[in-house]
Nanobody, 124 residues
């Protein structure tokens, strides 16, 4: 059973940076693709991006491309979401998710395991 635990959220001013971490337990990063998602109050959940299982290719939504970076540390079984130039519209609950049955070079169409999420608030 895969378990994912997010950390690193909080309050940051517009233009600031935060790094979210996703600790993966139960599987190694070689076995799964990892995605990041966010949900703002009153809005649908939005895909932020993903990192693929084998090559570690990264893909981003147009709303965060150039500002956010997904990376991983296989030795620690951790995935990170570095968020720079944050805007108020980046506010929301951020989740990491894992999918073990996807071998493609793009983001999986769905994810089978989810973390509980962590709040990110961008406000002055």
């Amino acid at each position: 059973q895969v378990q994912l635990v997010e950390s690193g959220g909080g309050l940051v001013q517009p233009g600031g940076s935060l790094r979210l971490s996703c600790a993966i337990r139960g599987f190694t990063l070689d076995d799964q693709a990892i995605g990041w998602f966010r949900q703002a109050p009153g809005k649908d959940r939005e895909a932020v991006g993903c990192i693929t299982r084998s090559e570690g290719d990264t893909h981003y939504s147009s709303s965060v491309k150039g500002r956010f970076t997904i990376s991983r540390d296989k030795t620690k079984n951790m995935v990170y979401l570095q968020m720079n130039s944050l805007k108020p519209e980046d506010t929301g609950v951020y989740h990491c998710a894992a999918e073990t049955r996807w071998y493609g070079s793009t983001c999986p169409p769905g994810f089978g395991s989810w973390g509980q999420g962590i709040q990110v608030t961008v406000s002055s």
